[in-house]
């Protein structure tokens, strides 16, 4: 894997976690595979209808701090992305730190996210 597609699959990680984004249901069906599914924080399951309503409902979410992006092959057109999180509160501590795992797929000539899981982190940073 190149350094251009980790820049290009972070970019498009980092978009999922803009406001803009994530209640513009167009937007976030590009970037969603039909087939997605998430594993949340909570340690709950989502279907990709279950997630784009959520994201669309958000009136305000939080700043997303994301960083230490790493980036593995699992095959031709698939990509697992992994970095970690946590949400900016209004006095800029973080809370929520976050582990979490992507896989993109390469739908036509379009990276779509097909599976994510969030998984709390045992320290915060």
């Given at each position: 894997?190149?350094?251009?597609?980790?820049?290009?699959?972070?970019?498009?990680?980092?978009?999922?976690?803009?406001?803009?984004?994530?209640?513009?249901?167009q937007?976030?069906?590009?970037?969603?595979?039909?087939?997605?599914?998430?594993v949340?924080?909570?340690?709950?399951?989502?279907?990709?209808a279950?997630v784009?309503?959520?994201?669309?409902?958000?009136?305000?979410?939080?700043?997303?701090?994301?960083?230490?992006?790493?980036?593995?092959?699992?095959?031709?057109?698939?990509?697992?992305?992994?970095?970690?999180s946590?949400?900016?509160?209004?006095?800029?501590?973080l809370?929520n730190?976050?582990?979490?795992?992507?896989?993109?797929?390469?739908?036509?000539?379009?990276?779509?996210?097909?599976?994510?899981?969030?998984?709390?982190?045992?320290e915060?940073?």
């Amino acid at each position: 894997m190149t350094n251009a597609l980790l820049a290009t699959l972070q970019a498009l990680e980092v978009e999922l976690h803009h406001p803009g984004v994530r209640c513009d249901a167009q937007r976030l069906d590009q970037l969603l595979h039909p087939d997605f599914h998430e594993v949340g924080r909570s340690g709950r399951k989502y279907d990709r209808a279950t997630v784009m309503r959520f994201l669309g409902e958000q009136v305000t979410p939080p700043p997303v701090i994301s960083e230490h992006f790493a980036l593995q092959a699992l095959g031709a057109g698939i990509a697992l992305l992994s970095y970690r999180s946590a949400f900016r509160r209004p006095d800029a501590t973080l809370e929520n730190h976050t582990l979490r795992s992507s896989v993109w797929v390469l739908h036509g000539a379009r990276w779509q996210l097909i599976y994510h899981q969030g998984t709390p982190a045992a320290e915060a940073w």
